[in-house]
């Protein structure tokens, strides 16, 4: 794997793409002066989020030669590089942290999750 080396390789440049791309949307929504429940602005929201992948993908993609673009979406995609063992951890954590959420709505004077409502 050859990294080309250039001021574009170091963390200043993906901060600062990172920062650039989710700013320009996010502004936008905000200076559309529309509710964010609305189309247009959710969808600036949603690509201000995406950021950081979408600049990991140009920095990576300018950076490297073919073979660390190849071993990058290898990275991204495959599943078996993470242990049964993981997939349970994680699993876990999810329902400890929604069950958390839960306990605190119901804590806290909620009503709890209902089936079927969503927030």
Partial sequence: MN?????LSGPWA???LTFGWTWLFWIAAALSGMNVDKFPVQSLIYLGGIGQFVSAIV??????????WHDYWLRVF?????S?????VIL????LLTAFAVLLDVLFGGSGAK????A
């Fill in 3 to 7: 990294v080309h080396s250039s001021k």
């Fill in 14 to 16: 993906f901060f600062a």
């Fill in 59 to 68: 920095l990576t993609r300018i950076t490297h030669d073919r073979e660390a």
């Fill in 78 to 82: 495959d599943l078996r590089r993470i």
């Fill in 84 to 88: 049964a063992g993981w997939y349970a």
């Fill in 92 to 95: 876990l954590i999810f329902l």
């Fill in 115 to 118: 089936k079927g409502e969503v």
